[in-house]
C-alpha cells in the first residue's frame, strides 16, 4: 500500500509516518519510484505498536526505539525483552536518591525480599515504591513498606495471571508483542479502572444520595 | 524559615520554589524586609505536596494548579475534590475519537454499567479503557471488555478500602489532601508493585533456573 493507504488505516498522519521512517523506528517500504514506496501488512503492525507505546504507554521515542530493538533482537529472551520494556515504562527519576530515599530503598529491598519475589537489584520499580514511601512520610503519614501490602497482593495475583497467559505457541514476535503490549495497555487499563472505583465509592460514601 | 532553609528542609532548589511562588502555586511569604520574607511549615508542606504531584503524580504545572485550586475552595466536597484530581491524573487524550473508538465506549459505558458503578460520563478514564480496547483489537487480538474484568475486581476490592480510611476525624485540610495523596502515590505504587510482579513471574517461567 502507498503511504496515504497506510495513514488512513492507521490513522496516523503523513507527517508523523515519515517522521517516524526517518528515525528508523519504521523500516523503509519497498521503492516503486523516486520517491514513492511501497508498504505491507507488516508496516501497518509495527505503526499500531508505536501508537500503543506513545498513547497508552506514553512513552518517550527513545524508549520506544530501545523497545523496537528489543523486540527485533532475536537472541533476547522473553525474560529480558520483558525487563527492557518495564525499564522503557519507566519513570525516570534520576539524580541522586536523598538520605530519606536511602533509607527507604532499603526498606524496600527487605519488603520485597519478605515477599520471595526474584527481581533485578536495577528493576527501577524499587525506586519508584522507596519514592513513593518517602512522599507519604514526608506528607505527614507515618507509613512503613508494609503499607503496600494488598497492592503487592493484588499485583501478584494478577501478574501470575498474565504471565501465564504469554504466548509458548506461535511465532516469537507474536509472543513478544504480546507481553509488550499487555504489559502497557492493562497497566493503563488497571489505573484507568482504580480510579472509577475510587468514583463509585467516593460517590456511596461522599456524594449526593441517588434515587434508586 | 528563610527561603534558604525552605529549600534545604523540602530539596526544592531555590529557583524551582521562586518560580512556584511566581505562578502562584505557593502562597508568598510573610515580608521581613525589601527582598526578604518568612516561610512557615505551611508552606513546607504546600510545596511537599507540589512535589509529589510533579515526581510521583507526573501532572503538568496547569494540572497541579487545579489541584490546589480544588483543594483550597472550601466549598467543594471531597467527592467533587476526588474527581478534579483524577481529571487532573489525565491521560489528556485529546481529538476527536475515531470509529472503532466510540464503539468500544459504548462496549466500557455497558461494561460499567453490568459493574454497577456510579461513575460520571465525563470521566476520563473511560475513555482510557476505550483506547486500551481498541488498541488490544488493533494489534490483532480478539477482545471485548470482558476482558477487564479481573481488574476490575482488584480495582473494586482496593477502591473500596482507600475510600473507607479516607479520615473523617480531623481537619477538611487533612482530609483532602490525604485523599489526593493517596490516589496519586498508591497508583504508582501499584504500577511499580505489578511490573516487579511480572519479573517475579516471568522469571520463574521463562528466566535462568536458582540454586536456591
Not at 495513514?7 to 515519515?18: Q, W
Not at 514513492?36 to 504507554?57: F, K, N, V
Not at 523497545?67 to 527519576?93: C, F, R
Amino acid at each position: 500500500m502507498r503511504i496515504s493507504e497506510l495513514s488512513r488505516a492507521s490513522g496516523v498522519s503523513i507527517p508523523t509516518i515519515k517522521f517516524y521512517l526517518r528515525e528508523s523506528l519504521l523500516p523503509q517500504g519497498t521503492p516503486t519510484a523516486r520517491t514513492q514506496a511501497d508498504y505491507a501488512e507488516g508496516h501497518l503492525h509495527r505503526l499500531r505498536l508505536i501508537q500503543a507505546l506513545t498513547e497508552i504507554g506514553g512513552l518517550r521515542l527513545r524508549d520506544v526505539r530501545a523497545v523496537l530493538q528489543a523486540i527485533d533482537d532475536q537472541a533476547l529472551g522473553t525474560h529480558e525483552l520483558l525487563g527492557t520494556v518495564h525499564h522503557a515504562l519507566g519513570p525516570h527519576l534520576d539524580g541522586e536518591p536523598s538520605h530519606d530515599e536511602v533509607q527507604a530503598i532499603a526498606e524496600v529491598d527487605r519488603f520485597l525480599g519478605a515477599l520471595g519475589w526474584r527481581v533485578s537489584q536495577q528493576a527501577p520499580a524499587r525506586r519508584t515504591l522507596a519514592r513513593a514511601l518517602t512522599t507519604l512520610r514526608r506528607m505527614g503519614r507515618d507509613a512503613d513498606a508494609g503499607v503496600f501490602e494488598p497492592y503487592a497482593r493484588v499485583a501478584d495475583e494478577l501478574a501470575a495471571r498474565e504471565v501465564a497467559t504469554v504466548s509458548s505457541t506461535g511465532s516469537r514476535l507474536e509472543a513478544v508483542e504480546g507481553a509488550v503490549v499487555g504489559t502497557v495497555v492493562f497497566e493503563a487499563a488497571l489505573v484507568a479502572l482504580r480510579r472509577l472505583a475510587q468514583e463509585h465509592h467516593s460517590a456511596r460514601r461522599f456524594g449526593p444520595a441517588r434515587r434508586d
